[in-house]
C-alpha cells in the first residue's frame, strides 16, 4: 500500500505548495493508474457519451434566436447540455475512489471486482443531483454553481470510502469542504474548465473537418471524457482524503500499485 495522506503531513503550508503538490500526486496517480482508470472509463462513458452529444449536436447546429420560443428552447438546451456534461463524471469518481483505497486483503481489486463493489443506486442518485444542482446553479446565476461544484464534489467518494447513504453523503462533503473552500475550488475547478475546454475544442474541430453529425460528436466527446474525466476523479478522490485527514485525523490509504483486470 502507498502512503495516503499523514496528519503530520498536513501542517499549514501556502495555498500555492499544497496546490502544486496536490495536482504532483495528482499526475503520479493518473500515470501509475490508467490502465485501470482508463477503462473503467470507457464503460462508463461510451453509454453516456451518446447521452451527451445529443444537446452538444443541437447546441451546435440549431440555435436560433429569432422569437420567445426559441428563446426558451435555447435556454433549454443549455441547461440539458450542462447537465449532461456532468452526468457520468461524479459516478465514475466514486469507481475510482473504490480502486484506489478499497482494502482488498492488502491488493487492489480488479476492474471487475470494482464494478461489482459500486454502490450503484446510491451513486446514481448522487450524480443527477450533483448535475441538476450545478447545471441550474450555473444557467440562473452562475455562483450558487460554482458552490453546488465545490461542496458537493467530494460526496461520490465519500459513498464508496466511508460507505454513506445520499443526504449523509452530500451532508459530509459539505462538511469537508468547509473552512477550505477556496483551496477546494482551486484544486478541482481548473481541472474541470480545462477539461471542458478540450472536449468543446475538439468537437468543434471535428464539426469543421468532417461533419455535425451525432456520431461525430458522439465520439468526440466520449474520446475526451475517457482521456480527461479521469483526471478529474484523481484529484476529487486525492482532495476527498485530505480533507478527511484534516477532519478525523486518519484516512484509507492509496494502492500503489493497479491489479490486472
Known amino acids: 500500500m502507498a502512503d495516503g495522506p499523514n496528519p503530520d503531513d498536513m501542517r499549514p503550508l501556502s495555498s500555492r505548495r ?4 496536490l495536482y504532483g500526486r495528482i499526475g503520479r496517480t493518473y500515470m501509475a493508474w490508467a490502465r485501470v482508470l482508463l477503462p473503467l472509463a470507457v464503460v462508463v ?4 457519451g451518446l447521452v451527451h452529444a445529443i444537446p452538444v449536436h443541437v447546441e451546435a447546429t440549431s440555435f436560433d434566436l429569432d422569437d420567445g420560443i426559441r428563446v426558451f428552447g435555447a435556454g433549454l438546451a443549455l441547461l440539458l447540455l450542462a447537465m449532461t456534461g456532468l452526468l457520468g463524471e461524479i459516478f465514475y469518481t466514486g469507481a475510482v475512489a473504490i480502486a484506489l483505497t478499497h482494502p482488498h486483503g492488502g491488493e487492489p481489486p480488479s476492474l471487475r471486482e470494482v464494478a461489482r463493489m459500486v454502490d ?6 448522487v450524480d443527477l443531483i450533483f448535475g441538476i444542482l450545478v447545471a441550474v ?4 446565476l452562475v455562483i450558487p454553481g460554482i458552490l453546488a461544484f465545490v461542496y458537493l464534489s467530494p460526496a461520490a467518494p465519500v459513498v464508496e470510502i466511508e460507505h454513506r447513504g445520499v443526504r449523509a453523503a452530500l451532508a459530509r462533503s459539505a462538511s469537508l469542504v468547509r473552512g477550505r473552500f477556496w483551496y477546494v475550488l482551486a484544486a478541482l475547478v ?3 474548465i480545462a477539461s471542458d475546454a478540450i472536449g468543446s ?7 469543421s473537418l468532417f461533419s455535425d453529425s451525432v456520431l461525430a460528436a458522439w465520439l468526440t466527446d466520449t474520446a475526451s471524457n475517457i482521456l480527461l474525466t479521469p483526471i478529474y476523479a484523481v484529484a476529487a478522490v486525492l482532495l476527498t482524503l485530505d480533507l478527511i485527514v484534516e477532519k478525523d485525523g486518519s484516512s484509507p490509504r492509496l494502492h500503489s500499485t493497479p491489479s490486472g483486470p
Open 190 to 192: 481548473p481541472i474541470e
Open 45 to 48: 462513458f461510451v453509454p453516456l
Open 120 to 125: 450503484y443506486r446510491t451513486l446514481i442518485v
Open 18 to 21: 499544497r496546490l502544486v503538490g
Open 201 to 207: 475544442v475538439a468537437t468543434h474541430l471535428v464539426y
Open 137 to 140: 446553479g450555473f444557467v440562473a
